[in-house]
């Protein structure tokens, strides 16, 4: 393109300058245009479905009906999930929902209560 690097993480050819910064549309990973070298993440932001920041013992409230993997249960739209506890992996949030015990959800499932 301009004669800007591929992005260090996912290697694609479509960086940006975001100022003094180089970003990259695909991955959202930006880094130093003087450095070239990836800037570490000094921790990820885990959101919910409208974009609010989650931490460890928020409650969060499930915004669509869930299917159980390996039950005929669904987690319904409105349950209230307390003291959740953010990992990192597919579901990056691990919880225990009454009558149902503990499982991962993916953020993008929950709102902030």
């Known amino acids: 393109m301009d004669g800007l690097p591929d992005c260090p993480k996912c290697d694609s050819e479509y960086a940006y300058e975001d100022g003094s ?7 959202g990973h930006t880094w130093s245009q003087d450095q070239g070298v990836a800037e570490p993440n000094v ?6 479905g409208n974009g609010n920041a989650l931490s460890d013992g928020d409650t969060v409230v499930v915004i ?3 299917k ?3 039950s005929s249960s669904v987690v319904k739209v409105g ?7 953010l990992v990192d992996g597919d ?5 225990r ?10 953020s993008g499932f929950v709102k902030k209560a």
Not at 21 to 27: G, Q
Not at 43 to 48: A, E, F, L, Y
């Open 79 to 85: 349950t209230k999930v307390k003291n959740i506890r």
């Open 43 to 48: 921790g990820s932001v885990t959101k919910d």
């Open 91 to 95: 579901h990056n949030i691990d919880c």
């Open 97 to 106: 929902i009454p009558g149902i015990g503990a499982m991962g959800l993916k």
């Open 68 to 70: 159980v993997k390996g």
């Open 64 to 66: 669509k009906d869930l």
């Open 21 to 27: 910064m180089l970003a990259c549309p695909m991955c």
